[in-house]
């Protein structure tokens, strides 16, 4: 009798221990990086980053140099390396691309791609745009003499950012960072969605990258994914609230969540 109470004591104790490991597992994660994409600084975050800062999450923003992939990626893993634990890491446009890298690292526990490259291994942003053209394939980028990119200002508010008030539009096509043409041809060589669980928002009126390329990612990565209606490339300053949700979402699972493969 002794030793049948002894083994369903031991049993009992075992099944807490294990259950206060998994729920040390699965404890929400409070560190959001943010990583910006190419022509814009990390200002535009700032309605998303209210919100999450708002709702108790420590936020912290990638400024990119945006002069070359390993620069830019360098720049994240800077910011990674001050996180005090895991950190979700976002990725809007060629954030995402810049993400798939830094994502190995230890800190990283989710991804969230916000209408974002999400490249595999020897892929690049120009050759998958190739096979899924946007609506305005190369007409509005303009090519400085030392290999730098920027979107035409008067083509800015109706490509980049058709669903912002034109004040705002207008702003940030006289306020664009040039971004070296090269990183758009930079290969991924460890996709870190592969290991990682990821979220991926698609923003179905994106006339940058192509809804369906988006898709396309979202769906290989098994990502979560939730799409925007009407949502133009600046999805994550016209739809703030949504963004928001989508990354606290990842926040909450991301670590019992399986990755991709």
């Keep these: 009798m002794k030793s049948n109470i002894l083994r369903i004591a031991t049993a009992v104790a075992a099944s807490l221990l294990m259950g206060t490991a998994m729920s040390a597992t699965a404890a929400p994660v409070k560190n959001i990086v943010l990583v910006h994409g190419a022509f814009v ?25 945006l002069t ?50 999400a490249l595999d291994a020897g892929e690049t942003e120009v050759s998958n745009g190739k096979k899924m053209p946007n609506s305005t394939p190369g007409e509005d980028l303009v090519k400085t003499p030392d290999g730098y990119l920027f979107l035409k200002p008067d083509l800015y508010p109706s490509h980049f950012a058709a669903d912002l008030p034109l004040k705002q539009a207008t702003f940030e096509a006289n306020a664009q960072m040039p971004t070296a043409a090269a ?23 994106d006339k940058i990258i192509n809804p369906d390329l988006e898709r396309m990612y979202a769906a290989r990565a098994k990502s979560h994914t939730v799409e925007i209606p009407g949502a133009s490339h600046s999805v994550y300053e016209s739809h703030p609230k949504e963004v928001a949700a989508l990354i606290e979402q990842a926040a909450q699972h991301a670590q019992d969540q399986p990755a991709a493969s």
């Design 183 to 205: 990183v758009f041809s930079a290969e991924i060589t460890d996709p870190a969605w592969k290991v990682k669980p990821s979220w991926y928002m698609v923003a179905e009126a």
């Design 68 to 117: 070359s992939f390993a620069e830019d990626v360098t720049a994240t893993k800077r910011i990674l390396a001050l996180q005090d634990g895991p950190a979700i890491l976002v990725g809007h446009s060629y954030g995402g691309a810049i993400i798939t890298e830094a994502g190995n690292d230890s800190h990283v526990a989710g991804l969230v791609y916000i209408a974002a490259h």
């Design 41 to 65: 600084g990390g200002s535009g975050w700032q309605p998303v980053y209210n919100i999450l800062t708002r709702d108790g999450y420590h936020v912290t923003l990638v400024q990119e140099p």
